[in-house]
Antibody, heavy 121, light 107 residues
Framework: EVQLLESGGGLVQPGGSLRLSCAAS????????MIWVRQAPGKGLEWVST????????YYADSVKGRFAISRDNSKNTLDLQMNSLRADDTAVYYC??????????????WGQGTLVTVSS | EIVMTQSPATLSVSPGEGVTLSCRAS??????LAWYQQKPGQAPRLLIH???TTATDIPARFSGSGSGTEFTLTISSLQSEDFAVYYC?????????FGQGTKVEIK
């Protein structure tokens, strides 16, 4: 069974940093691009970042470019999101998700359960 | 960026009734369109991909149709567990984009 388990969320002050992790199991992690998607409270879904299966290519939404960094460790089947210079509008539940096939220009199944990031003083 | 517009924002429906949700893309995404269901406190769950292919273990009362810019998700007879928010997502172009969601609530 494919499973994704996020961790690392919490309360952080504006301007602070946080590192999220996603532990993957049940599939050959190194064969798949991976993504982070976020959902602000009461709002819709927003793609945040993508990393290629080998980790060499990364992509970011304009809203997080220059502040967030996605990475992965294929030896540990983990996906990370380093979030710096956090702002109140980064407050959201952050999900990692697996694409249906290698490319992340795709639909996603499954999604992790999400981890809540709250940016507030 | 492809803008995905869902309508209506909210649907009030009685159990047993059928509903049709709409999703419109700002330009053609052919059939690169997925639908997800999300219940409070849960992650999105894939229902439909390729505009009309039902995902594994999804009940037959869920069906998708459309291509290009106009898509629909139909639930033929709403069960209590179907009251949720539904999102469409295009995967033709970067960045991936989602609609703002349609909430299906109990009337």
């Amino acid at each position: 069974e494919v499973q994704l388990l996020e961790s690392g969320g919490g309360l952080v002050q504006p301007g602070g940093s946080l590192r999220l992790s996603c532990a993957a199991s049940g599939f050959t992690f190194s064969n798949y691009d991976m993504i982070w998607v976020r959902q602000a409270p009461g709002k819709g879904l927003e793609w945040v970042s993508t990393i290629s299966n080998g980790g060499h290519n990364t992509y970011y939404a304009d809203s997080v470019k220059g502040r967030f960094a996605i990475s992965r460790d294929n030896s540990k089947n983990t996906l990370d999101l380093q979030m710096n210079s956090l702002r109140a509008d980064d407050t959201a539940v952050y999900y990692c998700a697996k694409p249906a096939s290698r490319s992340s220009l795709n639909w996603f199944d499954p999604w992790g359960q999400g981890t809540l990031v709250t940016v507030s003083s | 960026e492809i803008v995905m517009t869902q309508s209506p924002a909210t649907l009030s429906v009685s159990p047993g009734e059928g509903v049709t949700l709409s999703c419109r893309a700002s330009q053609s995404v052919t059939t690169n369109l997925a639908w997800y269901q999300q219940k409070p406190g849960q992650a999105p769950r894939l229902l439909i991909h390729g505009a009309f292919t039902t995902a594994t273990d999804i009940p037959a009362r869920f069906s998708g149709s459309g291509s290009g810019t106009e898509f629909t998700l139909t639930i033929s007879s709403l069960q209590s567990e179907d009251f949720a928010v539904y999102y469409c997502q295009q995967y033709s172009y970067w960045p991936l984009t989602f609609g703002q969601g349609t909430k299906v609530e109990i009337k």
